[in-house]
């Protein structure tokens, strides 16, 4: 076996192990990072130069470090929790697309629907111009 295959074999005894942590004991990132960044209706990627909590994990064990990118076509935001609640998700029950939340809502977004102190909804983050239209910006 040469070098690279035992490194592979490592890291893939290290990936299996991760995975199957069914109770999140060893998750540090448990509710800060999503399980996915898909939209759950439509599939649309939110978030596409973010890791998902899986992968965040991977990344703090073996590196002590996750990178994330931010992309001007992400739509990655927070509403008010009524706002979501009318979607019919739990908290931290996936990722909606605008498009998919207001057809979850029946109505357009507007400014007063989102967070108003969240970093994500901060005027200098990147946004998709969907989502910056819906903020008023």
């Known amino acids: 076996m040469t070098h690279s295959a035992t490194m592979k074999a490592t890291l893939s005894d290290r ?3 991760l995975h199957h942590d069914p ?9 800060r990072i999503s399980e996915s960044w898909l939209c759950v209706d439509c599939g649309f990627n939110t978030a ?14 073996i590196h002590g470090t996750v990178e994330q990118h931010l992309t001007w076509d992400q739509e990655v935001y927070t509403v008010k929790p009524e706002v979501w ?4 998700l739990e908290s931290w029950g996936g990722c909606l697309c605008i498009g998919c939340l207001e057809k979850r809502i029946g109505r357009y977004l507007k400014p ?4 108003p102190d ?6 200098d983050y990147p946004a998709s111009r969907r989502l910056r239209k819906r903020r008023g910006r």
């Open 15 to 17: 990936l299996t192990v």
């Open 85 to 88: 609640r009318a979607t019919g």
């Open 118 to 123: 969240h970093p994500f909804n901060a005027p």
């Open 48 to 61: 596409p130069g973010f890791s998902t909590r899986k992968q965040a994990d991977i990344a703090l064990t």
């Open 23 to 31: 109770d999140h004991k060893h998750s540090v990132t448990k509710g």
């Open 112 to 115: 007063e629907d989102f967070l």
